[in-house]
């Protein structure tokens, strides 16, 4: 039966042993008991879907990644303990030592410095392109190495929208998975396996939880890409020893690299989301649909008030006919362009600390996708690590300020705005 996003997100509630819909319950437990060996040896064989120890699985964390697997319409999905180690397995999964990663020049703080400084220490080198460079450059970009290609569907906090097609051909081009970051849009505004990608990641830390409650990470598997056409994810192809010679993509088929992912990674490396996180997590995309039309509506609204300020030097925010990327927002993002903008106070980074020091109802925090309003001066926060020559690349500007538009009344945020750039302005 395929479901439509709203029905997906509405239904809170799980199929138990007896088939009656119930409640998720939170399995808090670290263990599983068992009345027979063959049934547990089975589960080490990766024969049994059962859940041998939650580091490797539970069964409110699967609710939440059948959940996540169904809004974007994979195969598949593994949580993580954070946004950050679903992005550090996914690309582990697949690239080792001597491997070579092609990514977008303005994704997150964060993932670049995964990408850029310890993944160079583990001898998996990179390198960043413009997502706005043609076809032919980023083709041109890649190596021999090169293992996949990694952008997000909306940069943080650069706010560009990718073009698919053109991230997409150059991915068949080059015979290597297209691993799409959708944090920012959500799977509300945008579902990246249908415009090309084959590996979408989450923090769903941010708008899947909606509330800060809770941090956490999602890989979920498009099972759209062929692993053995071109013989360079033996990962994948060639047996594993530590599973008695097992080859994922003849055991597992379409969900190969997340049930990899799960039984390798998750396994040594132990970044599982907590049962507890899961169940929060649950819990917050039941209201996604809501939120989401109600975030972006906001920030639309606050992107016109500001770029019609007498304070404001600039606003960006794919919504607006005027920003460059509103032609791939219309088509990307037809439910609307998130809930994120950014902005330029006249007067400069003095006048935008002044600026955030006087805001009233809205947050200065190291967040964004809440419920709530908030803002952030990314160059001295999230990108800080970043050369100035690197922020500028991602779109950092030194003057820029981040707002992650929450879904209070919307004339409750223009009015703070207002007070506060007047107070830094005059």
């Known amino acids: 039966m395929k479901l439509s996003f709203d029905s997906a997100c509405v239904h809170g509630t799980y199929r138990a042993a007896s088939g009656q819909p119930q409640e998720l319950p939170i399995a808090q437990s670290t263990t599983y008991r068992y009345y027979n060996t063959e049934d547990v040896a089975a589960l080490f064989d990766l024969k049994s879907a059962d859940h041998m120890y939650t580091r490797i699985s539970n069964p409110t964390i699967a609710a939440l990644e059948g959940k996540m697997a169904l809004l974007e319409g994979g195969v598949a999905a593994v949580a993580a303990s954070s946004g950050q180690s679903a ?48 076809l032919e450059e980023i083709i041109a970009a890649a190596t021999p190495h090169t293992k996949a290609l990694f952008a997000e569907s909306l940069g943080n906090p650069a706010l560009s929208v990718l073009d698919f097609e053109k991230w997409s051909a150059a ?16 799977p509300y505004c945008c579902r990246p396996l249908e415009h090309g990608a084959d590996i979408v990641i989450h ?49 597992f088929g379409k969900a190969a690299f997340a049930a990899k992912l799960r039984s390798q990674l998750l396994r040594d490396f132990g970044a599982q989301m907590a049962p507890q996180n899961a169940w929060l997590t649950h819990l917050g995309l039941e209201t996604l649909h809501l939120r989401m039309q109600r975030h972006c509506e906001n920030a639309l609204a606050l992107a016109k008030h500001l770029e019609a300020s007498p304070y404001v030097e600039w606003v960006n925010y794919p919504g607006l006919e005027s ?20 902005f330029g106070v006249k007067g400069g980074l003095a006048a935008g600390t002044k600026f955030i020091e006087n805001l009233d109802m809205t947050s200065l925090v190291v967040h964004v996708g ?6 952030l001066h990314p160059s001295s926060t999230t990108h800080r690590q970043l050369s100035e020559a690197d922020q500028i690349a991602a779109g950092i500007r030194p003057e820029l300020i981040r707002v992650s538009v929450g879904i209070e009344d919307i004339q409750d945020i223009l009015a703070d705005f207002d007070q506060a750039l007047e107070k830094a302005c005059r």
């Open 87 to 134: 992005t550090l397995m996914a690309l582990l999964n697949i690239c080792e030592a001597g491997d070579h990663i092609l990514a977008s020049t303005n994704i997150y703080g964060g993932s670049h410095n995964l990408i850029a400084v310890s993944f160079e220490k583990l001898g998996i080198h990179h390198a960043l392109i413009d997502p706005d460079s043609s």
């Open 171 to 186: 991915a068949k081009t080059l015979g290597v998975p297209l691993i799409v970051d959708n944090t920012l849009a959500s």
């Open 323 to 342: 920003n460059k990327y509103y032609g791939l927002a219309q088509k990307y993002l037809p439910k609307g362009a998130g809930g994120v903008l950014t």
């Open 370 to 375: 809440d419920l709530r309003t908030s803002v």
């Open 203 to 251: 923090s769903t830390t941010k708008y899947s939880d909606g509330h800060a409650t809770s941090v956490g990470g999602m890989v979920i598997d498009g099972g759209t890409f062929d692993w053995a056409a071109s013989g360079k994810y033996p990962g994948l192809t060639q047996p594993d020893e530590s599973y008695h010679g097992l080859v994922y993509t003849e055991a």
